[in-house]
Structure formats: structure tokens, C-alpha cells
T-cell receptor, first 113, second 111 residues
Framework: AQSVTQPDIHITVSEGASLELRCNYSYGATPYLFWYVQSPGQGLQLLLKYFSGDTLVQGIKGFEAEFKRSQSSFNLRKPSVHWSDAAEYFCAVGADNFNKFYFGSGTKLNVKP | DGGITQSPKYLFRKEGQNVTLSCEQNLNHDAMYWYRQDPGQGLRLIYYSQIVNDFQKGDIAEGYSVSREKKESFPLTVTSAQKNPTAFYLC??????????FGQGTRLTVV
């Protein structure tokens, strides 16, 4: 069965520090992977996606993610976090010819001044 | 502007009432989805539809119903059979083999 695991429920980083949010997936075929961001009380905004090709993908707001098939991971990174990055981040996998999207439980990011 | 519009933003339901959440998209997407979001549980799929007049149950469909009479509209009814309906509800749409686009959500509270 398809599943997505985000092992970190909460993460706190200082402004200007680097960030890595972890995501592991379970899917039998080639995964289509996504990272979304959600501000409180809002919908989800796509940060980046991986379908095929280069395993390091760039997204909006200075985020990037690396697909590692051997580790079934798709971790999100940012070299220098800004206070405006405080939000909840969701990893997702597209399955069954995109009939469905499966989401992780989310990681809440807090940024210290 | 193209996008997905959910209404209302806040909705209050009395015990035993049915309520309907609206979702409209002008992106010309074939597929539409309804997700429920509870703290610490991520997004769980309620129903999805790939084409007009067809929809499929997701992982937590009990107590919910949907219709897809028009391509741009996918309303969700929360029935009295849903025992714990208080949650944040998100509607999304997508083209085949692309990412999902989300509305701004409806927060439903039982009073």
C-alpha cells in the first residue's frame, strides 16, 4: 500500500540556519513526489515536484528536494531559512495514474529570530 | 484569475444536520478531490472524481456524499451519519499526471 512518512512533527530552526525536512515513501512503482506548504487556515501551495529525470529539483521560495530511490526518500532543503518560512510542510506521492494523492502527516516549522 | 473557490470559509452545523460545502474550479481540470484535515493526521481522501457524473470513494467516505454534475463543480455533503465532522476540508483539482491545486478550505464546526 502507498504511504508517506514525515518523521518530524515539529522542527524549530533559527533564522538564517539551514533546513532539512524528511520524507519517506512507500510505493511499488515509480513515484511522483511533491512538497506542499500550508499557512494556518489556508490551502496548500505547491513548492516543487519530481516526476523523472534529475533527482535534485528546484522549487519556489529557494527550496530544493532530492529524490533518492535507494532510500525511498524525498527530503526538502533550504540553505537559509527566513521567518516567513514558518508554516506546515506536507510531502505527497501521486499514485494510480494520479487518481489519488497520498499525503504525509506534515511537519510544522517554527523559525526563531 | 484561474483557481479553486471553496465556500463558505467557516460553517457551523448543529447535531443531526446535513451541510453542503461548495467547491468550484475554473482551471478546466478533469479531476477533483475532497480531503479532510485534522491536526497531526495530514490530509485524508474522502472522495475523488475523474470525470463528470463519476466519482469514487476515498479512504474515509463514510458519512459523506458528493455529486459531479458539472466539470467545474464538486460539492461535498456532510451528512448526519458523520459522527465527528469538525475538521478543515480541502478541495483540490488536477489534470491527468500533474500536481493537485488546492482551494483555501472550509472549516466546519459542530455546535
Amino acid at each position: 500500500a502507498q504511504s508517506v512518512t514525515q518523521p518530524d512533527i515539529h522542527i524549530t530552526v533559527s533564522e538564517g540556519a539551514s533546513l532539512e525536512l524528511r520524507c519517506n515513501y512507500s510505493y511499488g512503482a515509480t513515484p511522483y513526489l511533491f512538497w506542499y506548504v500550508q499557512s494556518p487556515g489556508q490551502g496548500l501551495q505547491l513548492l516543487l515536484k519530481y516526476f523523472s529525470g534529475d533527482t535534485l529539483v528546484q522549487g519556489i521560495k529557494g527550496f530544493e528536494a532530492e529524490f533518492k530511490r535507494s532510500q525511498s526518500s524525498f527530503n526538502l532543503r533550504k540553505p537559509s531559512v527566513h521567518w516567513s518560512d514558518a508554516a506546515e510542510y506536507f510531502c505527497a506521492v501521486g499514485a494510480d495514474n494520479f487518481n489519488k494523492f497520498y499525503f504525509g502527516s506534515g511537519t510544522k516549522l517554527n523559525v526563531k529570530p | 484569475d484561474g483557481g479553486i473557490t471553496q465556500s463558505p470559509k467557516y460553517l457551523f452545523r448543529k447535531e443531526g444536520q446535513n451541510v453542503t460545502l461548495s467547491c468550484e474550479q475554473n482551471l478546466n481540470h478533469d479531476a477533483m478531490y475532497w480531503y479532510r484535515q485534522d491536526p497531526g493526521q495530514g490530509l485524508r481522501l474522502i472522495y475523488y472524481s475523474q470525470i463528470v457524473n463519476d466519482f469514487q470513494k476515498g479512504d474515509i467516505a463514510e458519512g459523506y456524499s458528493v455529486s459531479r454534475e458539472k466539470k467545474e463543480s464538486f460539492p461535498l455533503t456532510v451528512t448526519s451519519a458523520q459522527k465527528n465532522p469538525t475538521a478543515f476540508y480541502l478541495c483540490a483539482s488536477s489534470e491527468m499526471n500533474t500536481e493537485a491545486f488546492f482551494g483555501q478550505g472550509t472549516r466546519l464546526t459542530v455546535v
